[in-house]
């Protein structure tokens, strides 16, 4: 995902929490924000410390909501601002857990509008 996706600034995470509509899941809380400005979405991910303990554990959950939103952004609205705040539930989530459950947060936040089939294995 592009840099241009992501919300940087301490500010704009600001605006998106303090006036964004929260929905959540037991794994992710997500603050959605519509801005009419955007050529397409930006993204804010938050994996606090209470999540893993080591930095490793926290960057891998990021790497794995990163490669979410990578592999669904044609199906998210290009006019939002949200953000994806890992809660301490997902934090031994593997890449198939993280999807799920994103996917679920998401959906419910409306961000992305239908659920993708379950693949059968």
Do not use: C
């Amino acid at each position: 995902m592009r840099k241009s996706y992501r919300i940087k600034s301490e500010q704009d995470f600001q605006t998106v929490f303090e006036n964004g509509e929260s929905v959540a899941n037991r794994a992710f809380v997500i603050y959605v924000l519509p801005r009419k400005q955007n050529k397409h979405f930006r993204v804010g991910i938050s994996v606090g410390k209470k999540v893993g303990h080591t930095a490793v554990v926290r960057n891998r959950l990021k790497r794995y909501i990163r490669a979410v939103l990578t592999e669904n952004r044609d199906r998210i609205a290009p006019d939002l601002d949200f953000l994806v705040i890992a809660r301490p539930y997902a934090h031994d989530f593997d890449w198939e857990k993280t999807r799920e459950n994103l996917l679920h947060a998401l959906n419910l936040a409306h961000v992305i509008e239908e659920m993708p089939n379950k693949e059968e294995k």
